[in-house]
């Protein structure tokens, strides 16, 4: 089969990528870049690369031709209108290619009653692929678990998780396990089933005083769980503009729409996604 991935130097479809070149000849991958001159170490690998550009559906059609897999990471960007703008030029390009399969990425903040900025693209998602007479698979991922590492400093600072969760858990997954499954699914005939929508997460979710011990044995310090405001918690991270985004996914979380778990990565992998403590530990050098 021939693949080509979009974001292939972005955080999870470099991983993607190399995972998938673990499966499969790098000459069957092409990586669709905004900027090709950026994408030397992809292109020493025999993989090809082509520029695609989202809102051109001209580049797209280009680069889905004579492919029998795309597997698609959305662009990153705060606003639903933004991804949903994407996508439909995505499926389009990929009609007028005649493109044999989708793979995308979706996320588990995808309920119609979801607070989550993001969540009206990813409720679009599955409804849209379904509806494009393409051939579809998604992989929904839970909150990815990388991110906890450069901000436990952070944490061990405050001495409290802050998250605005009530009582509410959080369900996780990192970016490794995610990209092995991803590379899995695109690279075996009988997981990439038409239709079929795979949930990544760990085999628990957890609670925040949970999360918090977690992280309290793995920094060696004292962190309990001091939730502020969600109004608050969006001006606190603000960088970049994304405060709004995080306090509504936090928003979600808090209504009990971030918790789901699912064995579906080891259905895939043949064991369980790594665990909490574990990556925590792995990766968290004091």
């Known amino acids: ?12 479809g470099s991983q993607i990528f190399k995972e998938l070149l673990k499966l499969v000849p790098s000459t069957d991958v ?31 059609i280009k680069a ?12 990153k960007s705060h606003d639903s209108f933004s991804r949903v703008t994407e996508l439909e030029n995505v499926v389009q390009a990929a009609q007028k290619a005649n ?19 993001l969540s009206a693209f990813y409720g679009y998602l599955p409804r849209r692929l379904a509806s494009s007479g393409i051939p ?14 450069p901000y436990l400093p952070e944490l061990i600072e405050r001495k409290n998780v802050i998250y605005p969760m009530n009582d509410q858990a959080l369900s996780f997954i990192s970016l490794n396990d995610s990209s092995e499954a991803f590379a899995k699914v695109a690279a075996t005939p009988e997981l990439l089933e ?40 969006g001006e606190i991270y603000n960088d970049g503009n994304e405060g709004h985004m ?11 729409l971030l918790n789901v778990v699912s064995d579906d990565y080891q259905k895939i992998m043949g064991r369980p996604a790594t665990g909490l403590k574990e990556f925590l530990i792995k990766n968290y050098k004091k």
């Open 194 to 233: 038409n239709g079929r929508i795979y949930t990544l997460t760990q085999s628990r979710n957890y609670t925040m005083p949970q999360l918090a011990e977690v992280l309290s044995e793995v920094a060696g310090s004292p962190i309990g769980y001091q939730p502020v405001s969600l109004n608050e918690f």
């Open 64 to 75: 889905f031709q004579d492919k029998d897999v795309l597997i698609y990471v959305p662009s």
């Open 30 to 60: 092409t990586a669709g870049v905004h900027t090709v001159a950026k994408a030397k170490h992809i292109s020493d690998t025999g993989a090809g690369v082509v520029p695609i550009d989202f809102l051109q559906e001209d580049s797209l």
């Open 1 to 12: 089969m021939k693949y080509i991935i979009t974001g292939a130097t972005g955080h999870l």
């Open 246 to 256: 995080l306090s509504s996914m936090y928003d979600a979380g808090g209504r009990g």
């Open 136 to 149: 579809y698979t998604i992989v929904r991922n839970g909150l990815y678990a990388d991110p906890l590492v």
């Open 99 to 117: 493109l044999g399969h989708i793979l995308a990425m979706g996320f588990i903040a995808d309920q119609a009653n979801n607070p989550f900025d």
